[in-house]
């Protein structure tokens, strides 16, 4: 049996760039902006076939917005459209199917404050990016847990809707979609949705 290692060593990537920048983060105004982690079904089949299965461990790590194109002065829409998160994650599979790596940018909106304190609030957030993965790329293998993504290089779209309990710590419903966009041969596309516990600086 092909030995996944790649959501394993991501993972440790993961842990290992954390704490030095924490230090940074929690002064304000640091690199780290949020971390979050949470479990996805692989694999769900919407907008494609299913040949995977298992809990998937979702990790991600948002930076900091680059304040370049806007200035304090500009509409929030403004800012929102021209100062995404650039982040940096990982999905990995626990039944020895298809890990991801991927790095982008995330655009967040607050679409509702102070609903049951002065804390809380709903937010949605949309990202963009590039991809990597462990995929046999031989043929689909159901028995195995394999789905061939058709190229070691993906795009990466993810969609998130979640509830601020307070100023720091989040609840959300997370949703990805991995894909070639047809630029090779094969192309099913993966889709996973699950649940993430984010904690923001």
């Known amino acids: 049996m092909r030995c996944k290692n790649l959501g394993f060593l991501l993972l440790l990537s993961f842990i290992a760039i954390v704490p030095p920048s924490m230090p940074e983060a929690y002064a304000g105004g640091g690199i780290v902006d949020e971390i979050k982690l949470g479990f996805l079904s692989a694999d769900t089949g919407v907008g494609g076939p299913k040949i995977e299965h298992g809990l998937d461990i979702n990790g991600e790590i948002l ?3 680059p304040q370049w194109l806007v200035s304090p002065d500009d ?4 800012k929102i459209l021209l100062a995404p998160r650039p982040d940096i994650g990982f999905t990995a599979n626990t039944a020895g199917g298809t ?5 982008g940018l ?3 909106a607050e679409i509702g404050k102070n609903l049951f304190n002065d804390h809380d609030g709903v937010y949605a957030s949309f990202g963009l990016g590039g991809a990597i993965n462990n995929s046999n790329l031989s043929g689909d293998d159901q028995d195995a847990n394999n789905k061939d ?3 070691r290089a993906l ?11 307070n100023q720091h710590v989040n609840v959300s419903i997370y949703y990805e979609h991995y894909s070639n966009a047809d630029l090779a041969p094969t192309n099913p596309g993966m889709n996973n949705l699950g649940m993430r516990l984010g904690y923001r600086f």
């Open 75 to 78: 509409p929030e829409w403004v």
């Open 99 to 103: 890990s991801f790596g991927y790095i």
């Open 149 to 151: 993504m058709g190229s």
């Open 155 to 165: 795009f990466h779209l993810d969609a998130e809707l979640g509830y601020e309990i």
């Open 63 to 65: 930076f900091t917005a």
């Open 106 to 108: 995330n655009w967040t």
